[in-house]
């Protein structure tokens, strides 16, 4: 079983600031990683996704993360918010399972609030 | 392209009551998920189809029963309502690249639920 944390539950920060939002996980097989938005009142949108090869990942909206496998982590960070960014961001994780049994159910973090002030 | 599409958008039952969620996708994904939603909890699994006629436990799934007659839909049944169950509720969708690669999944506007 996996298991996921966003180790800050809330992250204010100013315009042009940048950011960095905290993941960690735990699970005993390899695992598929993703990072999902949630604008007010809407469902989860992608931000960017580690399959394979390069551990840096570079998604939408000028986000970008990095897959630690030694310290389990998979940050996500951004040199220079926006006020638009302004949303909850969750980090899930899938087995990577070469037989094909995990059907790429997701387990979830519990959530990061980042706030951007102007 | 609609992508995931959730019936309805708000409800609000009285305990005891029943309703059924529907999603539908017109992406001809082959697994389809229902998470719940709650605060400082992030999203959990309810239940999930990995075909048509096939459905699943999730993390979470007492109270609630799921069906998938088509490819396309996938419906969420609560045969009597409690307050526990007030959530927001997001249906989603993926497929498999095969050996075990699966992709990303795309999800749904989301259903707010109120059982009072």
């Known amino acids: 079983a996996q298991s996921v944390t966003q180790l800050d539950s809330q992250v204010p920060v100013f315009e042009e600031a940048p950011v960095e939002l905290r993941c960690n996980y735990s699970s005993s097989v390899s695992v598929y990683l993703f990072w999902y938005v949630q604008y007010p009142n809407q469902g989860l949108q992608l931000l960017l996704k580690?399959?394979?090869?390069?551990?840096l990942v570079k998604g939408i909206n000028g986000f970008e993360a990095e897959f630690n496998k030694s310290q389990t982590s998979f940050h996500l960070r951004k040199p220079s918010v926006h006020i638009s960014d302004t949303a909850e961001y969750f980090c899930a994780v899938s087995e990577a399972n070469a037989g094909g049994t995990s059907y790429g159910k997701l387990t979830f973090g519990q959530g990061t609030i980042l706030t951007v002030h102007p | 392209n609609a992508g995931v599409t959730q019936t309805p958008k708000f409800r609000v039952l009285k305990t005891g009551q029943s309703m059924t969620l529907l999603c539908a996708q017109d992406m001809n994904h082959e697994y389809m998920y229902w998470y719940r939603q709650d605060p400082g909890m992030g999203l959990r699994l309810i239940h999930y189809s990995v075909g048509e006629g096939t459905t699943a436990k999730g993390e979470v799934p007492d109270g609630y029963n799921v069906s998938r007659l088509k490819k396309q839909n996938f419906l969420l049944g609560l045969e009597s309502a409690a307050p526990s169950q007030t959530s927001v509720y997001f249906c989603a969708s993926s497929f498999s690249r095969g050996q075990g690669m699966n992709t990303e999944a795309f999800f749904g506007q989301g259903t707010r639920l109120t059982v009072v």
């Open positions: 580690y399959l394979s090869g390069s551990t």
